[in-house]
């Protein structure tokens, strides 16, 4: 597809497990984010990976959180030990950055996490 | 630290009149600003964005206007339709840089 492409789409996962999320960017687009939003609240930043630069984890909420980038594509989130106040939506976005120009990124459908 | 704030949560407009939602921003390397609109269940989706370099971009309906003097900048919706209800999120980042900096969202309802 054209958009940026996530999965799982819905994922409930018992409070202890370990949970992956899956992100396909737009294809070319160098830059790819990860944002969450919880239940009545706004776009928090997580993680953001731009081509072989180390990434921005300023946003990671504690090391339970990682995430990864292969081949400069495909991204996955991983949470360790999940607790109930990781349950949100987790939003994955990709950008053409260029330094001449405003940075608008494009955001997948999500993956709704519920942590029970 | 709130850098970019959305101090209305929710907003009701009658079909037809015209929407103004707001947004204030505190860091003053903010040179780009975008406005993003979100369904239920679906990821957010851009709408519309300006540089510091202007103080007005159109796009149909939608118009951004941004006050760099007040670090203010608001979305004008006109005529608004039922389509249009949703929450919207404006955005903000310094020119060339990568990450967003988003506010909390206005939630905007139009009534038949």
């Known amino acids: 597809g054209a958009g940026v492409s996530q999965s799982p789409s819905n994922k409930v996962t018992e409070k202890g497990k370990d949970v992956e999320l899956r992100c396909d960017p737009i294809?070319?687009?160098?830059?790819l984010y990860w944002y969450r939003q919880s239940l009545g609240q706004g776009l928090e930043f997580l993680i953001y990976?731009?081509?072989?630069?180390?990434?921005?984890k300023s946003g990671l909420p504690s090391d339970r959180f990682s995430a990864e980038r292969t081949g400069g594509s495909v991204s996955t989130l991983t949470i360790q030990r999940t607790q109930q106040e990781d349950s949100a939506v987790y939003l994955c976005?990709?950008?053409?950055?260029?330094?001449?120009?405003?940075?608008?990124?494009?955001f997948g459908e999500g993956s709704w996490l519920t942590v029970v | 630290d709130q850098q970019v704030k959305q101090n209305s949560p929710s907003l009701s407009v009658q079909e037809g009149r015209i929407s103004i939602l707001n947004c204030d921003y505190t860091?003053?390397?903010?040179?780009?600003f975008l406005w993003y609109k979100k369904y239920p269940a679906e990821g957010p989706t851009f709408l519309i964005s300006?540089?510091?370099?202007?103080d007005k971009n159109e796009d149909g309906r939608f118009t951004v206007f941004l006050n760099k003097s007040a670090k203010h900048l608001s979305l004008h919706i006109v005529p608004s339709q039922p389509g249009d209800s949703a929450v919207y999120f404006c955005?903000?980042?310094?020119?060339?840089?990568?990450?967003?900096?988003f506010g909390q969202g206005t939630r905007l309802t139009i009534n038949p």
């Open positions: 976005a990709s950008s053409l950055v260029s330094r001449s120009s405003g940075n608008t990124i494009y």
């Open positions: 294809s070319g687009h160098t830059a």
């Open positions: 990976f731009q081509g072989n630069s180390a990434p921005d």
């Open positions: 860091n003053s390397m903010f040179d780009y």
């Open positions: 300006i540089s510091s370099i202007k």
């Open positions: 955005a903000a980042s310094a020119w060339g840089a990568q990450k967003l900096v």
